[in-house]
């Protein structure tokens, strides 16, 4: 099995910035993408950035300049960090990874618990 577990998340005024962590344990032979997701209230999830083990990335057009994903591909973690946040951004955030557990077996989604980023006004 593998864990993904999320650290960072908070309460910050529009235009500040946060750093999200998410570590990745358990049986890993290797990982393909990391990346992290959100889901305000009553909406659905939707990707916030991605980046590949080699990595390139892929950001939603609403964070780019502003957000930045990296990764540390020896400590399976991968990082977001959050810079001139405003209210839209609130939401729970998930981290992603798409995880090779052996040689043989095609990799696997798994998924974070979420932690709740609030941007106030």
């Known amino acids: 099995q593998v864990q993904l577990v999320e650290s960072g998340g908070g309460l910050v005024q529009a235009g500040g910035s946060l750093r999200l962590s998410c570590a990745a344990s358990g049986s890993i032979f290797s990982i393909n993408s990391m990346g992290w997701y959100r889901q305000a209230p009553g909406k659905q999830r939707d990707l916030v950035a991605v980046?590949?083990?080699?990595?390139?990335?892929n950001y939603a057009d609403s964070v780019k300049g502003r957000f930045t994903i990296s990764r540390d591909n020896a400590k399976h973690t991968v990082y977001l960090q959050m810079n001139s946040l405003k209210p839209e951004d609130t939401a729970v955030y998930y981290c992603?990874?798409?995880?090779?557990?052996?040689?043989?077996?095609?990799?696997?989604?798994?998924w974070g618990q979420g932690t709740q980023v609030t941007v106030s006004s």
């Open positions: 992603n990874a798409d995880v090779f557990t052996d040689r043989v077996y095609p990799p696997r989604d798994y």
């Open positions: 980046i590949a083990n080699g990595g390139s990335t």
